[in-house]
């Protein structure tokens, strides 16, 4: 059950010209739950105020340009405090969704290891990116840009604003970083133009794959681990991609532990340690075998 749902009618920017932004109260008391903030995201934001962050970002440039011009968004908030920001276009319906952006915060302490080689990650105040979706309802795939598995629809090609969305998000809350899960090797590389492996022996192996991997694409590679065709060079047999933690680091005390020398020793030393290859003809035939049991969404 979800403790508010966003007022009726839903907000449009194409029909209002301005909203406050600047809400003392609500920002004071954020993380008390109160009700002034029921309508904000992460008990912060406003509408307005989200709709400015993406114009700085200059998503709403890139989405008018892909003639997405009446943005409509929905913000909401579950009993698991995850919320929720989904931009639509035109109409609040699934076939008009542009965005689906989930955020939650925590404090994070990873165990094992990774605590005794980053003590700063210790009780870092992060945001998780549970889950992020961006996708053109217009899109089709092609053979320039082809479905990739658990992919449902084209992407809106815009992850770099959102990557600056959620820096100003998370400077403007002077937090730690954001903190994801990629569930599929395809998102983790996306990702990794401002987010890094927390342990350095996953950064590592991403670093060795994108050496490794040059001559195919990023498609074939991402079907060759959902078909069990990327394969280890010393032992033959086939590589599983396995999600863990990256962070993009916004504090200086978090960034100091990815440009350490600890760190880029330990991914350099992985990464010279293992080699790749793929199985390019096991992957088309698995693949084709594989599309007429699921379907590339459900992988």
């Not at 403790?3 to 301005?18: M, V």
């Not at 959102?162 to 996306?190: C, S, T």
Request: aromatic share 10%.
């Amino acid at each position: 059950m979800r403790i508010f749902k966003k007022r009726e009618p839903f907000f449009s920017f194409s029909e209002i010209s301005a909203e406050s932004l600047s809400d003392v109260e609500c920002t004071l008391g954020a993380f008390s739950h109160v009700a002034t903030c029921e309508e904000k995201f992460l008990n912060i934001f406003s509408d307005a105020e989200m709709y400015a962050i993406f114009q700085k970002a200059g998503l709403v440039e890139q989405l008018n340009r892909r003639g997405y011009r009446k943005l409509l968004i929905d913000i909401d908030r579950n009993d698991e405090q995850v919320f929720s920001l989904r931009l639509y276009h035109e109409r609040i319906h699934h076939e008009s969704l542009l965005m689906d952006f989930r955020l939650s915060e925590r404090q994070y302490s990873p165990g094992g290891e990774i605590a005794a080689i980053c003590p700063q990650c210790r009780r870092a105040n992060i945001i998780v990116l549970e889950w992020l979706s961006a996708s053109n309802p217009k899109g089709r795939f092609t053979a320039r840009r082809p479905q990739l598995p658990g992919q449902k629809t084209p992407g809106l090609g815009v992850l770099g604003n959102l990557f600056d969305v959620m820096r100003r998000i998370g400077e403007g809350m002077q937090r730690d970083g954001f903190l994801e899960v990629p569930d599929h090797y395809h998102n983790a590389v996306f990702y990794s133009k401002q987010f890094r492996f927390i342990d350095p022996a996953q950064e590592g192996m991403l670093t060795a794959l994108g050496r490794d991997m040059k001559g195919h694409s990023l498609a074939d590679v991402a079907w060759g681990f959902a078909t069990g065709a990327v394969m280890d060079m010393d032992t033959g047999m086939p590589v599983q991609y396995v999600p863990s933690e990256q962070v993009f680091p916004l504090s200086r005390a978090m960034r100091s532990y990815f440009d350490s020398k600890q760190y880029h020793d330990r991914v350099r030393r992985d990464a010279d340690a293992r080699r790749f290859f793929l199985d390019r003809r096991g992957m088309m035939r698995r693949r084709r075998e594989l599309m007429r049991r699921s379907s590339a969404d459900e992988l």
